[in-house]
T-cell receptor, first 117, second 113 residues
Framework: EAGVAQSPRYKIIEKRQSVAFWCNPI?????LYWYQQILGQGPKLLIQ????????DSQLPKDRFSAERLKGVDSTLKIQPAKLEDSAVYLC???????????????FGPGTRLLVL | AQRVTQPEKLLSVFKGAPVELKCNYS??????LFWYVQYSRQRLQLLLR??SRESIKGFTADLNKGETSFHLKKPFAQEEDSAMYYC???????????????FGTGTQLKVEL
């Protein structure tokens, strides 16, 4: 089965510019996650979608970050304007929803490496 | 608040030696614990989860609620075990955890010949 797809794989921008990342989850996976992984740290959950609804965005810096999953499949994560501290790998993951709050294993994409200069 | 601590950034062992990657957690409840692994140039992937009580690639991990630990062990390290290992925690499914993962900072395991 095809895995989680992400693009672009690498992005270099200057501070104050905007950037967008795209994620295509595994077919049939209702739940989609975006993580931020700063160098030397573990992944940190930014936002979790169930179909096209937001389940958890408590750690998303909403003044500059936004995410959407309009049709419940693909998702985009946007940063506007970017800051130096946003340099990180942005990981997308998806999982199969089993009902009653239960999720199957999360499968991760290859990530997008962002460098803000 | 939930927290996962992996005290070692780097662990270097010789091939055939036992391996123990440490993980301690802080959570007020009954969490689910996981180990994820990332091999060089590959994606982050699940290695094992405590509720499965499986041995994957020779690795095992036992949840010790008294010591709030979930250490990963393997009796004999192999060269192909060299990778970055992350311990992660999720609130229990029974309390509507929703699979929200909190990761530790990771331990780089290097198996030397």
């Amino acid at each position: 089965e095809a895995g989680v797809a992400q693009s672009p794989r690498y992005k270099i921008i200057e501070k104050r510019q905007s950037v967008a990342f795209w994620c295509n989850p595994i077919s049939g996976h209702a739940t989609l996650y975006w993580y931020q992984q700063i160098l030397g740290q573990g992944p940190k959950l930014l936002i979790q979608f169930q179909n096209n609804g937001v389940v958890d965005d408590s750690q998303l810096p909403k003044d500059r970050f936004s995410a959407e999953r309009l049709k419940g499949v693909d998702s985009t994560l946007k940063i506007q304007p970017a800051k130096l501290e946003d340099s990180a790998v942005y990981l997308c993951a998806s999982s199969l929803y089993l009902g009653t709050g239960r999720q199957e294993t999360q499968y991760f994409g290859p990530g997008t490496r962002l460098l803000v200069l | 608040a939930q927290r996962v601590t992996q005290p070692e950034k780097l662990l270097s062992v010789f091939k055939g030696a036992p391996v123990e990657l440490k993980c301690n957690y802080s959570y007020s409840g009954s969490p689910e614990l996981f180990w994820y692994v990332q091999y060089s140039r590959q994606r982050l992937q699940l290695l094992l989860r405590h509720i499965s009580r499986e041995s994957i690639k020779g690795f095992t991990a036992d949840l010790n609620k008294g010591e709030t630990s979930f250490h990963l062990k393997k009796p004999f390290a192999q060269e192909e075990d060299s990778a970055m290992y992350y311990c992660a925690l999720s609130p229990s499914i029974l309390t509507g955890g929703g699979n929200k993962l909190t990761f530790g900072t990771g331990t780089q395991l290097k198996v030397e010949l």
